[in-house]
C-alpha cells in the first residue's frame, strides 16, 4: 500500500494556506496559494500520492471542495466551532492554522462537518436568496406604512397592500401630494417586483426533478410547500441524524444543557443551530394549531403550564417528529386510528 499524505487547508478569501504531512507527522511541504482554480490545478499537480485533504467550513469553502473533492483520496469539512483547539492557542497564524487542521485529520481527531451534495447547495442558494426577497419585501410594505403614517394620512390596515385598495388610496385622498404618492408608487411597484421574482423561485424549485418526489411527501397537514423545502434542503441527506433528538438540536429547537455534579441546567436555545430552518419551523408552529386538532391539542395542553413560546417549541419540535418519519420513511403521511397520537 502506497503511503498517505494529510493536508490541512486554512481557507480564506484571496489565499489559501496549505501543510502536507505525512502519517509519521513529518511536513512534506507548506505554504499558500491564491484562492483561484487555476492555481488550485498547478499546486495539485505538484502534490505527492495518494492524499486526503480537510479545511474549515467558511463561505468560500463550496467550490473549494468541489474543485478538489474528484482528485482527493478523502476529503473532509471541519465544523468551525469545534476547532477550538486552534481558536485556544496562545500563538495563531494561517501556517500554524493550517498545521493543526493537518494534524487533526491525520490523527483522525477531526470534528467533522456534513457537506451536502453540490445540487443540493445550489438549491438551497435559491431559497435563501428568496428568503431575501421576502424580507425585502415586507421591509417595503413597513416603509408605506410608515410613509403614510409621516403624512398623517388614515388608511385601512388590512386592506392597504391590495392592489384596489392601494390605487383608489393614491387617487381619492387629498392628504397625499404629488411628491408623497410618487415614493409610495415606487415601494408599491417594489413589492410587485419582488413579489414576482419571489414566486418564480418558489415555483422553479417545486419543479426540480431532485425535489418534486419528496416535497410532495413533506407536505403534510401543518406544513406548507415552503417550510417542505427549507426541510428538505437545509436537512439534506437525512439519515446524517440518528433521532429525533440530534434533529431537534440542529433546528435549534432546545436549548444547551450544562451539568456539573449534581446540578443541570438548561439555557435558552442554542445559537449553535440552523438558523434558517430554526425560524421556518417556529413560524410553521405559530400557525400549525389552526391546521392540525392533534397540534392544536398539544399546543393548549403545553401553554396551560403558563408560557406560550414554550407550546409554541413543543408544537416546532412535533413537527420535526412528523418530517423525520415521513422522509426516512420515504411514505405519505397517514393518520393513527387513534385521536390521540399521529403516525408517520
Not at 497564524?93 to 451536502?116: G, Y
Not at 445540487?119 to 413597513?142: D, G, P, S, W
Not at 408560557?307 to 417549541?313: C, D, Q, S
Request: net charge positive; aromatic share 6%; glycine share 4%.
Amino acid at each position: 500500500m502506497q503511503p498517505m499524505y494529510y493536508i490541512g487547508l486554512d481557507v480564506h478569501k484571496r489565499k489559501i494556506s496549505y501543510c502536507v504531512k505525512d502519517s509519521s507527522g513529518r511536513i512534506h511541504a507548506e505554504g499558500s496559494i491564491s484562492a483561484t482554480r487555476l492555481e488550485l490545478d498547478h499546486w495539485m499537480r505538484s502534490l505527492p500520492q495518494p492524499w486526503s485533504a480537510a479545511m474549515e467550513a467558511t463561505m468560500f469553502t463550496g467550490w473549494i471542495y468541489d474543485h478538489l473533492k474528484p482528485h482527493a483520496s478523502t476529503l473532509k469539512v471541519a465544523h468551525p466551532l469545534m476547532l477550538r483547539a486552534i481558536a485556544a492557542a496562545k500563538k495563531k497564524n494561517d501556517r500554524i492554522d493550517a498545521s493543526k487542521i493537518c494534524d487533526c485529520l491525520r490523527c483522525d481527531f477531526l470534528p467533522e462537518s456534513h457537506m451536502a451534495s453540490t445540487a443540493i447547495r445550489e438549491q438551497r442558494r435559491t431559497l435563501r436568496y428568496r428568503n431575501l426577497l421576502v424580507r425585502q419585501m415586507v421591509q417595503m410594505k413597513i416603509k408605506i406604512s410608515a410613509l403614510l403614517m409621516e403624512a398623517g394620512v388614515s388608511y385601512n390596515k388590512q386592506r392597504l397592500h391590495k392592489a384596489g385598495y392601494f390605487r383608489e388610496l393614491l387617487d381619492t385622498n387629498p392628504d397625499i401630494d404629488e411628491g408623497l404618492c410618487s415614493l409610495l408608487r415606487l415601494c408599491r411597484e417594489t413589492v410587485v417586483r419582488l413579489g414576482k421574482n419571489e414566486s418564480a423561485l418558489v415555483r422553479s424549485l417545486e419543479r426540480d426533478s431532485l425535489l418534486v418526489e419528496r416535497i410532495e411527501r413533506l407536505t403534510i397537514p401543518a406544513v406548507g410547500p415552503i417550510t417542505a423545502l427549507t426541510w428538505a434542503l437545509e436537512v439534506g441527506d437525512v439519515q446524517r441524524f440518528s433521532s429525533i433528538k440530534k434533529a431537534i438540536s440542529y433546528c435549534g429547537l432546545c436549548g444547551a444543557e450544562k451539568s456539573s455534579g449534581n446540578t443541570v441546567q438548561r439555557t435558552p436555545l442554542s445559537k449553535q443551530r440552523n438558523k434558517h430552518l430554526q425560524t421556518t419551523l417556529i413560524e410553521a408552529a405559530k400557525m400549525a394549531p389552526r391546521n392540525s386538532p392533534e397540534l392544536a391539542m398539544l399546543y393548549d395542553k403545553e401553554k396551560q403550564k403558563g408560557n406560550a413560546n414554550r407550546a409554541t417549541l413543543a408544537v416546532a419540535r412535533k413537527l420535526v417528529a412528523y418530517l423525520m418519519a415521513v422522509d426516512r420513511g420515504q411514505r405519505n403521511f397517514q393518520r393513527a386510528e387513534t385521536s390521540s397520537s399521529i403516525a408517520a
